[in-house]
């Protein structure tokens, strides 16, 4: 009986996440209250049939917000781990496939002194420089979070080079760029894949995080981490503003958090 | 029969001085009048204090604790300037004063003297403290105190001078004070903590380390300071201060100031019996407070402090920057379109007091009668037809810029959809308090919503923003507003002898002001605190300036 | 050896430099005026143009460069702009905090998180198993001030169980480290409780460790002394990058819980534009992450045969 239900259970995680998603993308369709503006007069009205998740300080009803928010968070993060990938890669691969020679020292070393610097303090930096904003968010964060990828697309071209049909290919001629990117890089793609998506954890969590800190997704636009610091005093008394975006946000990053897993261990083999 | 009739005479007399003088002992709560002393006062602020220095101070958080260490020449106690280090004053013409020191002040003990003991203060130490607000070598936030007011003060901010001509010692306890022209408000700026006297043995023996190593004359020294947990203030045996039965101040031992960032923290703490004093949070206000201004059912064993403060919230528009700069009418159309009966309902929760002018209940200046721009959707789109944008047609985005936090975005969420209905589309930018000043100053901002805390209750600081001289970058007028009727009529102000008629020309710029319309008027603050009920002799002003000296614990 | 550890010294040096040099830029870049941020709204524009000028504000950057690195080699970090304190006191004065609740929350994922792991190896496949790695993955899903906040107001403000704020010094001070601490080694107390817990797994299946189990050698003297050994190498590495980690993310955790370290001081720095704290807070928190992680390195290519014999 346990068993059964065990092998059902990733049936029902999979139904219930396309659900969840295809809600998120589809929501203006048919959501009714509006995410931005609200009506003062419904201030902080507990979770009811008319509002299921409640209604915030500003009379905005918190389960269209969180359906926003989330589809906020999910651009930001994805299109942060695109930029991410692209420079990454980029860099990574050149520095790995180059490897001893200047490309490589100097690459490796741009990639320790960015990855010595404190990760937050430098976004926060960027972005009090640039000022905020989704685009800038995305810029900021992208800026800082491709040397993850570099290096792990750098150790897999390091050891990926020395393999049979690479040196085949050099002998034969073929010009480094094809090499890089037709033989080397479909083989680095796994890893790659796997820490693309457990990055996307780290860039929601600093994404949130710096909304909660107050720099971030400009108001009156939701954000899931914003969401969660402008409930926080309210806790005792209106716990619905912070609780279902916190759900939420925990609801994504379990999402990415299970689809690396699962990854890994195919990986694996 | 006569003898009777004069006995009973005499005996109702007795009674009758006897409960006079009862009702002049009797404290702030209306207590038998018995201060104990002894115990430790526990309090906490939000933030890290910057400096301990009073030139440097600009913070409420440093100011809290400095001014329960340093004093002035005096100090003022509703809107009446009450003698600290000076016993008296006098000023014929509002252009030289004359002030006269107490003989008997000394500063705290410390290392810095010989002996270690403090030492008498003198007009020399006034000297050399207000000639530190203007040293352009020192890191003063205060020079525009004196820098354009005090006869050859400009001279020496310039390094042009070596001493400040216009300050005079007459003898060691007297000192003149010259101006350049006649000033009225002159002794509210000698009350503020830019004029804290200190002692420039302690300022040469410390240096850098001054600003965390202070000695001054007042109630209490610092006893410790451990960024992020908490200051410890300890009683000055050696003060000067009497309360009203000649019996020595301070009564407290020990002042305990923790810093706790988060509001409900706070509160958590206070309900504990780790604090004697708490704000009241947002959050909360409306279980503590009813909507008659009394303490609720469930609070009622605390004492309840709430006054109507001196600050004022607005948006202030910054008048170069087009078309809100040339356009009298759509800027009183904004200001029509605002519904702040219920932004103070539903987001202040009632905490806050509907500004039609700048000028708060708590100042003489205040007109009750001014008309200002009561909610009125018709008036506002009729206004806004007038500024040449129909329904807000052919109206560009206008920015506003704020600083983070919950209410404060949430208002300006409100707002921005309050605007939306008339047609008039706004983006709002958050960012740090910090940029936000530079960018008003700098004039890169279109709207930024800003709040003013007057630093000495006297109307005339929230004039001189308004003013033409004034104007940005070099002072802080950021709105770059000028009209030169305000400008007129403040410098009749400054001549007048008479407070009755400075008060008519305030109120005459503040209809002025109103009408051209370079802010969006939002809300006067509410001063709130929930005390311990066996604190006692805890006195808030409407600056939210509290003085531990007078403050003791009935247990 | 020697020239390997040279090389590795030579390299820090460089990237140390490099960091200060981005963080020196960074200051500069960013817009806003430092001496108006501390001389406040009313002061006049002559005293902040004064200010900057003290301050060294308007030199060039290629002069404020080379002042800086001069002052930087001779240990001194500079003066804070707003309080006057030398940087490098407080960063002394408060690195103790911050490294206590770092020691404590590695502390108690070793202590919590390897057994977990084991507890979980073990009864793999179990129902409870199950179970408890889907609460662990989800509770580790929430975002690390999320916990923070729930721990604040849960077990603090609901349950009033601990203090939520305050610091005091030795033994007394234990009961206000205790939940800044769960909040902050939760996560990486379930990332090495599966760690474990895999390499445990696929140490088990070795044959030599179901040799000595048919042989009837005792479950958990096997486990210590053969297993464990093997599965430490990659443990290690993982135990290094989260104490680095743990510092600089203790960040979140100082803030909710008004803990008096090293991450509330940056963010105060941050809000006040107090640039040479900010400078030398990266200086100092890079130096230290790059300390550990080169450690580590060192460490494993040391304990790693393979490695070693084939460099």
Redesign the interface.
Known sequence: MICNLVRYRKLFKFVFVVTLMSLVLSADLFLSYDPLWGDLKESLQSPSIKHFFGVDLVGRDVFVRVIYGIRISLLIAISTQFFSLLIGITLGSLAGYFHDTLVDRVISYVLAVVWGFPFLLLVLAITTAIGPGVVQIIVAISLVNWVGIARVVRGEFISLKERQYVLAARATGVRKGRIIFRHILPNAVSPITVIAVFGLVDIITIEAGLSFLGFGVQPPTPSLGKMIFEGKDFIQNAWWQSVFPGLALTMIILFFNSLGDKLNREKRG | MKKTFLVSLLLIFVVLIINDLASEEKGEQGQPYAPKYGGTFKSAIES?I??LDPI?I??VFSFHAASQIYEGLLDFQDKKPVPMLAKSWESKDNKTWIIHLRKDVFFQDDKCFSEGKGRLVTAQDVKYSFERLVD??L??????LF?DIVVGAALF?NGEAKEVTGFKIKDDFTLQIDLTNPYPPFLFRLSTNFCFIVPREAVEKYG??F??HPVGTGPFKLASY????EIRLARNLRYWGRDSKDKKLPYLDEVNI????????RF??FK?GNLNVTKI????YP?IVTKEKKLSKSYNKYKLILLPGLEVQYYGFVLNKQPLGKNKALRQAINFAINKK??L???LKGKGYIAKGFIAPGFSAYNAELEGYAYDLEKAKQKLVEAGYPKGKGLPEIEILLN???EI??I???I??QL?KVGIHCK?????F??L??KA?KGDAQVFRMWVEP?YPESEILMVQFLTKNVA????NLYRYSNSKVDRFFEEAMLSRSQKERIEKYKKIEEIVVEDAPWIFLFFGEISRLLEPHVQGYVLDELQHVKYKSVWLKQ | MISYLARKILFIILVLLGVSFIAFLLTYVVPTDPARAILGLRADDQSVQNLRRNLGLDDPLYLQYPHYLYRIMNGNLGYSFVTNQKVSALIIERFPATLKLSLAAFGLTVVLGIPLGCLLALYRGRYIENLLSLSLIGGASLPVFFTALLFSWIVGSVLNLLPVSGYEEGLKGIKFIILPCLALSFYPIVVIACLTRSNLINALDEDYIRTSMAYGFSQWIIIFKYALKNTFLSVLTTLGNIFAALFSGAFFVEYIFSWPGIGLLAVDSVMRYDFPIIQGIVLFTSSVFIAVTTVVDILYSYLDPRIRFCK
């Open positions: 890290n910057k400096s440097e600009n913070d352009p070598n890191k003063s936030a205060g020079a525009w820098k901010f850098k380390n600003s965390f451990a960024p992020d947990r923790r810093i706790i960032r988060d509001d409900m923290i958590a703490n504990k949070p947002l959050a909360l279980q219920e932004i309902k539903y987001i983070a936090g919950t975005e949430a300006a969420t409100t921005q959809n939306n709002l930018s958050v960012t740090d910090q940029t000043i530079g100053f630093l970058p070099s002072g802080w």
